[in-house]
Protein backbone atom coordinates (compact mmCIF):
# COMPACT_ATOMS: atom_id res chain seq x y z
CA UNK A 1 0.00 0.00 0.00
CA UNK A 2 1.31 3.38 -0.83
CA UNK A 3 2.32 5.56 1.74
CA UNK A 4 -0.73 8.11 1.60
CA UNK A 5 -3.28 5.30 1.55
CA UNK A 6 -1.64 3.23 4.42
CA UNK A 7 -1.80 6.63 6.49
CA UNK A 8 -5.16 7.03 5.39
CA UNK A 9 -6.38 3.63 6.67
CA UNK A 10 -3.93 4.31 10.14
CA UNK A 11 -6.07 7.51 10.57
CA UNK A 12 -9.12 6.01 10.04
CA UNK A 13 -8.21 2.97 13.08
CA UNK A 14 -6.90 5.83 15.23
CA UNK A 15 -10.35 7.56 14.64
CA UNK A 16 -12.18 4.41 15.57
CA UNK A 17 -10.07 4.15 18.40
CA UNK A 18 -10.87 7.91 19.29
CA UNK A 19 -14.58 6.67 19.00
CA UNK A 20 -14.28 3.59 21.61
CA UNK A 21 -12.12 6.75 23.69
CA UNK A 22 -15.75 8.03 23.88
CA UNK A 23 -17.77 5.35 24.64
CA UNK A 24 -15.12 4.66 27.56
CA UNK A 25 -15.50 8.24 28.71
CA UNK A 26 -19.65 7.68 28.65
CA UNK A 27 -19.40 4.32 30.42
CA UNK A 28 -16.73 5.99 33.50
CA UNK A 29 -19.69 9.02 33.73
CA UNK A 30 -22.89 6.35 34.49
CA UNK A 31 -20.05 4.48 37.09
CA UNK A 32 -21.77 4.57 40.91
CA UNK A 33 -18.75 4.61 42.99
CA UNK A 34 -17.53 2.43 45.59
CA UNK A 35 -17.32 3.59 49.01
CA UNK A 36 -13.71 2.49 50.21
CA UNK A 37 -12.51 2.47 53.97
CA UNK A 38 -9.86 5.28 54.64
CA UNK A 39 -7.03 3.50 55.17
CA UNK A 40 -3.48 3.74 56.78
CA UNK A 41 -0.69 3.70 54.54
CA UNK A 42 3.47 4.06 54.69
CA UNK A 43 4.00 7.99 54.40
CA UNK A 44 7.97 9.31 54.07
CA UNK A 45 6.94 11.37 56.91
CA UNK A 46 5.46 8.77 58.76
CA UNK A 47 1.64 6.81 58.89
CA UNK A 48 -0.92 9.00 56.08
CA UNK A 49 -4.37 7.79 56.05
CA UNK A 50 -5.48 7.93 52.01
CA UNK A 51 -7.71 10.42 53.31
CA UNK A 52 -4.68 12.80 53.73
CA UNK A 53 -3.70 12.03 50.33
CA UNK A 54 -5.98 14.32 48.96
CA UNK A 55 -4.23 17.21 49.89
CA UNK A 56 -6.29 20.42 48.86
CA UNK A 57 -8.03 18.49 45.54
CA UNK A 58 -11.48 16.47 45.50
CA UNK A 59 -10.05 14.36 43.31
CA UNK A 60 -7.02 11.40 43.80
CA UNK A 61 -5.25 9.88 41.52
CA UNK A 62 -3.62 6.59 43.08
CA UNK A 63 -1.06 4.69 41.36
CA UNK A 64 -0.34 0.82 41.89
CA UNK A 65 3.27 -0.10 40.91
CA UNK A 66 4.93 -3.02 41.56
CA UNK A 67 7.73 -1.78 42.68
CA UNK A 68 11.60 -1.67 42.39
CA UNK A 69 11.27 -5.39 41.04
CA UNK A 70 9.61 -3.89 37.94
CA UNK A 71 10.94 -2.05 35.04
CA UNK A 72 7.67 -1.78 33.61
CA UNK A 73 5.99 -0.08 35.99
CA UNK A 74 8.91 2.24 36.54
CA UNK A 75 8.86 3.43 33.03
CA UNK A 76 5.27 3.82 33.52
CA UNK A 77 6.53 5.92 36.62
CA UNK A 78 8.91 8.01 34.63
CA UNK A 79 6.01 9.31 32.23
CA UNK A 80 4.35 10.61 34.86
CA UNK A 81 7.03 12.17 36.38
CA UNK A 82 7.41 13.83 33.42
CA UNK A 83 4.13 15.75 33.51
CA UNK A 84 3.37 15.27 36.95
CA UNK A 85 3.23 18.92 37.56
CA UNK A 86 0.15 19.15 34.66
CA UNK A 87 -1.48 16.19 36.59
CA UNK A 88 -1.13 17.52 39.87
CA UNK A 89 -2.78 20.54 38.75
CA UNK A 90 -6.33 19.33 38.58
CA UNK A 91 -6.09 15.98 41.44
CA UNK A 92 -3.69 14.55 43.90
CA UNK A 93 -1.45 12.56 42.25
CA UNK A 94 0.18 9.54 44.56
CA UNK A 95 2.29 6.55 43.55
CA UNK A 96 1.58 3.60 46.01
CA UNK A 97 4.38 0.78 45.83
CA UNK A 98 5.05 -2.36 47.96
CA UNK A 99 8.61 -1.20 49.19
CA UNK A 100 9.59 -0.23 52.21
CA UNK A 101 9.84 3.48 52.37
CA UNK A 102 13.59 3.52 52.97
CA UNK A 103 14.20 1.83 49.56
CA UNK A 104 11.60 3.88 48.04
CA UNK A 105 13.00 6.98 49.02
CA UNK A 106 16.09 5.73 47.53
CA UNK A 107 15.08 4.40 44.26
CA UNK A 108 12.95 7.67 43.51
CA UNK A 109 16.35 10.07 43.75
CA UNK A 110 18.24 7.48 41.92
CA UNK A 111 15.40 8.24 39.12
CA UNK A 112 14.56 12.06 40.02
CA UNK A 113 11.23 11.32 40.16
CA UNK A 114 8.90 14.15 42.16
CA UNK A 115 5.76 13.27 42.47
CA UNK A 116 4.42 11.76 46.25
CA UNK A 117 5.15 8.22 47.30
CA UNK A 118 3.45 6.16 49.79
CA UNK A 119 4.65 2.17 50.72
CA UNK A 120 1.12 0.06 50.66
CA UNK A 121 3.27 -2.81 52.61
CA UNK A 122 1.46 -4.54 55.35
CA UNK A 123 -1.90 -2.84 54.31
CA UNK A 124 -5.03 -4.15 52.83
CA UNK A 125 -4.76 -1.26 50.54
CA UNK A 126 -3.80 -2.90 47.35
CA UNK A 127 -5.32 -6.52 48.10
CA UNK A 128 -9.05 -4.80 48.66
CA UNK A 129 -8.54 -2.83 45.32
CA UNK A 130 -7.85 -5.67 43.64
CA UNK A 131 -4.63 -4.83 42.61
CA UNK A 132 -3.05 -7.41 44.88
CA UNK A 133 -4.02 -11.50 44.09
CA UNK A 134 -2.51 -13.53 46.92
CA UNK A 135 -4.68 -16.38 45.16
CA UNK A 136 -3.28 -17.08 42.75
CA UNK A 137 0.04 -16.76 43.20
CA UNK A 138 2.92 -18.15 45.87
CA UNK A 139 3.91 -16.04 48.81
CA UNK A 140 7.18 -16.22 47.39
CA UNK A 141 6.90 -15.08 43.88
CA UNK A 142 9.07 -12.84 42.47
CA UNK A 143 5.84 -10.64 41.49
CA UNK A 144 4.39 -11.28 45.07
CA UNK A 145 0.86 -11.28 43.54
CA UNK A 146 0.50 -7.29 42.65
CA UNK A 147 -0.43 -5.61 39.92
CA UNK A 148 -0.23 -2.89 38.24
CA UNK A 149 -2.65 -0.08 37.77
CA UNK A 150 -4.62 3.18 38.44
CA UNK A 151 -7.66 3.70 40.90
CA UNK A 152 -9.32 7.19 41.13
CA UNK A 153 -10.88 8.55 44.48
CA UNK A 154 -13.40 11.28 45.23
CA UNK A 155 -13.63 12.96 48.51
CA UNK A 156 -17.47 13.71 49.37
CA UNK A 157 -17.82 14.67 52.98
CA UNK A 158 -16.55 12.18 55.50
CA UNK A 159 -16.35 9.28 52.61
CA UNK A 160 -13.75 8.07 49.93
CA UNK A 161 -15.40 6.87 47.10
CA UNK A 162 -13.62 4.59 44.42
CA UNK A 163 -14.63 6.50 40.84
CA UNK A 164 -12.36 3.99 38.69
CA UNK A 165 -9.59 1.71 38.01
CA UNK A 166 -7.79 0.42 35.54
CA UNK A 167 -4.93 -2.07 34.51
CA UNK A 168 -1.93 -0.83 32.76
CA UNK A 169 -0.05 -2.91 30.41
CA UNK A 170 1.70 -2.48 27.06
CA UNK A 171 -0.07 -0.04 24.38
CA UNK A 172 -2.11 1.61 26.88
CA UNK A 173 -2.82 5.30 27.35
CA UNK A 174 -1.09 5.84 30.34
CA UNK A 175 2.33 5.55 29.00
CA UNK A 176 3.83 7.06 25.40
CA UNK A 177 6.52 4.33 24.44
CA UNK A 178 4.80 1.72 23.23
CA UNK A 179 2.25 4.01 21.55
CA UNK A 180 5.39 5.62 19.64
CA UNK A 181 6.74 2.38 19.17
CA UNK A 182 4.08 1.16 17.43
CA UNK A 183 5.09 3.34 14.93
CA UNK A 184 8.58 1.74 14.17
CA UNK A 185 9.07 -1.70 12.12
CA UNK A 186 8.06 -4.21 14.88
CA UNK A 187 10.42 -5.44 17.16
CA UNK A 188 8.70 -7.68 19.97
CA UNK A 189 11.89 -8.17 21.57
CA UNK A 190 12.28 -4.84 23.07
CA UNK A 191 11.69 -4.53 27.07
CA UNK A 192 11.93 -1.81 28.87
CA UNK A 193 15.20 -1.45 31.54
CA UNK A 194 15.97 0.27 34.70
CA UNK A 195 18.88 1.85 32.70
CA UNK A 196 20.34 1.36 28.87
CA UNK A 197 23.99 0.89 28.09
CA UNK B 1 -23.98 1.51 37.00
CA UNK B 2 -23.00 -0.93 39.72
CA UNK B 3 -19.11 -0.01 40.18
CA UNK B 4 -17.85 -3.38 39.42
CA UNK B 5 -20.41 -3.86 35.74
CA UNK B 6 -18.69 -0.40 35.28
CA UNK B 7 -14.81 -1.67 35.14
CA UNK B 8 -15.58 -4.50 33.48
CA UNK B 9 -17.43 -2.88 30.83
CA UNK B 10 -13.95 -0.52 30.48
CA UNK B 11 -12.09 -3.69 30.23
CA UNK B 12 -13.84 -4.85 27.64
CA UNK B 13 -14.06 -1.61 25.74
CA UNK B 14 -10.07 -1.19 26.23
CA UNK B 15 -9.52 -4.71 24.75
CA UNK B 16 -11.39 -3.78 21.56
CA UNK B 17 -8.89 -0.67 21.28
CA UNK B 18 -6.33 -3.45 21.83
CA UNK B 19 -7.44 -5.01 18.60
CA UNK B 20 -7.59 -2.17 16.96
CA UNK B 21 -4.41 -1.10 18.28
CA UNK B 22 -2.74 -4.67 16.65
CA UNK B 23 -4.92 -3.88 13.09
CA UNK B 24 -3.08 -0.61 13.50
CA UNK B 25 0.10 -2.04 13.88
CA UNK B 26 -0.27 -4.46 10.66
CA UNK B 27 -1.17 -1.48 8.52
CA UNK B 28 2.32 0.13 10.13
CA UNK B 29 3.87 -2.92 9.27
CA UNK B 30 2.88 -3.10 4.96
CA UNK B 31 3.57 0.52 4.62
CA UNK B 32 5.74 1.62 1.47
CA UNK B 33 8.06 3.88 2.48
CA UNK B 34 8.75 7.89 0.78
CA UNK B 35 12.01 8.90 0.44
CA UNK B 36 12.56 11.89 1.46
CA UNK B 37 15.52 15.02 1.27
CA UNK B 38 18.31 15.27 3.98
CA UNK B 39 16.96 18.22 5.24
CA UNK B 40 19.53 20.75 6.62
CA UNK B 41 18.19 21.66 10.18
CA UNK B 42 19.76 23.64 13.26
CA UNK B 43 21.30 22.54 15.82
CA UNK B 44 22.61 23.52 18.62
CA UNK B 45 25.98 23.45 17.38
CA UNK B 46 25.19 24.63 13.94
CA UNK B 47 23.95 23.17 10.67
CA UNK B 48 22.97 19.34 11.12
CA UNK B 49 21.61 17.13 8.22
CA UNK B 50 18.58 15.22 9.54
CA UNK B 51 20.98 11.84 8.64
CA UNK B 52 22.87 13.19 11.25
CA UNK B 53 20.40 12.84 13.62
CA UNK B 54 19.88 9.18 13.60
CA UNK B 55 23.33 8.52 15.56
CA UNK B 56 23.68 5.25 15.48
CA UNK B 57 19.90 3.89 15.56
CA UNK B 58 18.49 2.85 12.02
CA UNK B 59 14.63 4.50 12.64
CA UNK B 60 14.54 7.83 13.93
CA UNK B 61 11.17 9.81 15.40
CA UNK B 62 11.42 13.59 15.28
CA UNK B 63 8.62 15.47 17.24
CA UNK B 64 7.02 18.41 15.40
CA UNK B 65 6.86 20.63 18.19
CA UNK B 66 4.88 24.17 17.62
CA UNK B 67 7.21 25.78 20.12
CA UNK B 68 6.98 27.84 23.38
CA UNK B 69 4.00 29.67 22.63
CA UNK B 70 2.06 26.22 22.72
CA UNK B 71 1.12 24.63 26.36
CA UNK B 72 0.35 21.76 24.59
CA UNK B 73 2.94 20.80 22.95
CA UNK B 74 5.11 21.55 25.83
CA UNK B 75 3.03 19.29 28.05
CA UNK B 76 3.86 16.65 24.96
CA UNK B 77 7.48 17.39 25.65
CA UNK B 78 7.48 17.07 29.36
CA UNK B 79 5.98 13.58 28.85
CA UNK B 80 8.56 12.35 26.19
CA UNK B 81 11.24 14.11 28.77
CA UNK B 82 10.07 11.60 31.13
CA UNK B 83 10.51 8.35 29.34
CA UNK B 84 13.72 9.92 26.73
CA UNK B 85 15.98 6.99 27.99
CA UNK B 86 13.46 4.23 26.94
CA UNK B 87 12.36 6.46 23.75
CA UNK B 88 16.23 6.67 22.43
CA UNK B 89 17.50 3.01 23.48
CA UNK B 90 15.05 2.18 20.00
CA UNK B 91 15.45 4.73 18.25
CA UNK B 92 16.98 8.48 17.45
CA UNK B 93 14.42 11.13 19.11
CA UNK B 94 14.83 14.70 18.45
CA UNK B 95 12.32 17.58 18.71
CA UNK B 96 11.76 20.06 16.20
CA UNK B 97 10.81 23.40 16.43
CA UNK B 98 9.97 26.42 14.74
CA UNK B 99 11.96 28.51 17.34
CA UNK B 100 15.52 30.26 16.93
CA UNK B 101 17.79 28.17 18.85
CA UNK B 102 18.62 30.33 21.65
CA UNK B 103 15.15 30.74 22.67
CA UNK B 104 14.62 27.13 22.22
CA UNK B 105 17.66 26.68 24.24
CA UNK B 106 16.77 28.66 27.05
CA UNK B 107 12.90 26.90 27.27
CA UNK B 108 14.26 23.46 27.56
CA UNK B 109 16.65 24.95 30.36
CA UNK B 110 13.68 25.60 31.98
CA UNK B 111 11.90 22.82 31.87
CA UNK B 112 14.51 20.50 32.43
CA UNK B 113 14.42 18.83 29.04
CA UNK B 114 17.08 16.22 28.67
CA UNK B 115 16.18 15.43 24.70
CA UNK B 116 18.04 17.16 21.45
CA UNK B 117 16.18 19.82 19.92
CA UNK B 118 16.84 21.13 16.75
CA UNK B 119 15.31 24.19 14.95
CA UNK B 120 13.03 23.95 11.20
CA UNK B 121 13.39 27.90 11.08
CA UNK B 122 14.23 28.70 7.72
CA UNK B 123 13.83 25.25 6.01
CA UNK B 124 11.00 23.66 4.50
CA UNK B 125 11.50 20.60 6.59
CA UNK B 126 8.02 20.68 8.17
CA UNK B 127 5.73 22.25 5.88
CA UNK B 128 6.93 19.89 3.46
CA UNK B 129 6.25 16.56 5.93
CA UNK B 130 2.60 18.38 6.63
CA UNK B 131 2.80 19.78 9.92
CA UNK B 132 2.44 23.27 8.44
CA UNK B 133 -1.07 24.35 7.41
CA UNK B 134 -1.81 27.59 5.59
CA UNK B 135 -4.28 30.25 6.03
CA UNK B 136 -7.37 29.05 5.00
CA UNK B 137 -10.82 29.85 5.97
CA UNK B 138 -11.37 29.44 9.88
CA UNK B 139 -7.63 29.65 10.39
CA UNK B 140 -6.42 33.31 10.35
CA UNK B 141 -3.46 32.97 10.26
CA UNK B 142 -0.51 30.42 8.87
CA UNK B 143 0.38 28.11 11.63
CA UNK B 144 2.46 24.72 12.45
CA UNK B 145 1.36 21.36 13.59
CA UNK B 146 1.85 19.30 15.93
CA UNK B 147 2.98 15.68 14.88
CA UNK B 148 5.35 13.05 14.90
CA UNK B 149 7.22 11.91 11.85
CA UNK B 150 9.26 8.44 12.08
CA UNK B 151 12.15 7.79 9.39
CA UNK B 152 14.49 5.16 8.65
CA UNK B 153 18.04 4.95 7.18
CA UNK B 154 18.26 2.99 4.64
CA UNK B 155 21.87 2.91 3.06
CA UNK B 156 22.18 6.46 2.00
CA UNK B 157 18.59 7.09 1.41
CA UNK B 158 15.86 8.54 4.61
CA UNK B 159 12.64 7.35 3.95
CA UNK B 160 9.59 8.33 5.88
CA UNK B 161 7.67 5.21 7.41
CA UNK B 162 5.04 6.83 9.42
CA UNK B 163 3.68 9.91 10.70
CA UNK B 164 0.61 11.42 12.98
CA UNK B 165 -0.98 14.25 14.26
CA UNK B 166 -0.95 15.09 17.79
CA UNK B 167 -3.61 16.26 20.03
CA UNK B 168 -5.53 15.98 23.30
CA UNK B 169 -6.59 12.19 24.25
CA UNK B 170 -4.21 10.93 22.01
CA UNK B 171 -1.66 7.94 22.40
CA UNK B 172 1.18 10.17 22.96
CA UNK B 173 0.52 12.17 25.83
CA UNK B 174 -1.22 10.03 29.40
CA UNK B 175 -2.82 13.37 30.82
CA UNK B 176 -5.99 12.87 29.02
CA UNK B 177 -6.45 9.44 29.87
CA UNK B 178 -6.31 10.12 33.63
CA UNK B 179 -8.22 12.96 32.98
CA UNK B 180 -10.85 10.84 31.56
CA UNK B 181 -11.41 8.92 34.47
CA UNK B 182 -12.50 11.55 36.58
CA UNK B 183 -15.98 12.45 37.83
CA UNK B 184 -16.20 15.42 36.20
CA UNK B 185 -13.45 14.26 33.27
CA UNK B 186 -11.13 16.80 31.16
CA UNK B 187 -13.72 19.95 31.61
CA UNK B 188 -12.03 22.37 30.25
CA UNK B 189 -8.96 21.75 31.72
CA UNK B 190 -6.14 23.31 29.85
CA UNK B 191 -2.49 22.83 30.22
CA UNK B 192 -0.31 25.73 31.36
CA UNK B 193 3.23 26.64 31.42
CA UNK B 194 3.20 26.51 35.10
CA UNK B 195 0.70 26.17 37.66
CA UNK B 196 0.14 28.95 40.40
Not at chain 1, 183 to 197: F, S
Not at chain 2, 44 to 53: H, K, T
Request: net charge negative.
Amino acid sequence: MTYADSMTAIAAKRAEMAALGDELKALQAKVEPEAVEDFVLAGWDGPVRLSQLFGDKRDLIVIHNMGTGCPACTMWADGFNGVYDHLASRAAFVVASPNPVATQKQFAKSRGWRFPMVSCEGSQFAEVMRYRHRDDCEEDEADGGWNPGVSIFRREGDQILRVSDAEFGDGDGFCVVFSLFDMLPPDAAWRPKYKYD
Amino acid sequence: MPYADTIAALKTKRREIDVLRAEMRELQGAIEPVPVADYELTGWDGPVRLSQLFGDKRDLFVIHNMGTRCSYCTMWADGFNGVYEHLADRAGFVVSTPNPIATQQQFAKSRGWRFPMVSHEGSSFAKDMGYWQPKSEGRESDMWWPGVSVFQKDGERILRVSDTDLGPHDDFCSVWHFLDLLPEQANRWEPKFRYG
